[in-house]
């Protein structure tokens, strides 16, 4: 079982940065890839990022190349995301997920585990 809690969402101007964390549970988090997808309203969840296990494999949606970064600290069992040079375009619901695999995924269905999501408002 791992459970998942996102945190440090919140209000920026746009060329803001933010850093988003997620928490996770279990002492098997090297096993896990890790991603994060969001979801703004009337639209459908999106991949953001994603690190697999070994951090040997990072992937980004093209919208978000170049201005995010995500990572990962096994020893504390949190995954990152960057965000730098934010644009109202961002604005979403972000969500922190796990998979039972080590490799990376862009497809939410093949994450099994998810957290409860953090609001990222971006302002013009």
């Known amino acids: 079982q791992v459970q998942l809690a996102e945190s440090g969402g919140g209000l920026v101007q746009a060329g803001g940065s933010l850093r988003l964390s997620c928490a996770a549970s279990?002492?098997?988090?090297?096993?896990?890839?890790m991603g994060w997808f969001r979801q703004a309203p009337g639209k459908e969840r999106e991949f953001v990022a994603a690190i697999s296990g070994r951090r040997d494999d990072l992937s980004y949606a093209d919208s978000v190349k170049g201005r995010f970064t995500i990572s990962r600290d096994n020893a504390k069992n949190t995954v990152y995301l960057q965000m730098n040079s934010l644009k109202p375009e961002d604005t979403a619901v972000y969500y922190c997920?796990?998979?039972?695999?080590?490799?990376?995924?862009?497809?939410?269905?093949?994450?099994?585990?998810w957290g409860q999501g953090t609001q990222v408002t971006v302002s013009s």
């Open positions: 279990g002492r098997t988090f090297s096993n896990h890839a």
């Open positions: 997920a796990a998979r039972s695999a080590r490799l990376s995924s862009f497809t939410p269905s093949t994450y099994d585990y």
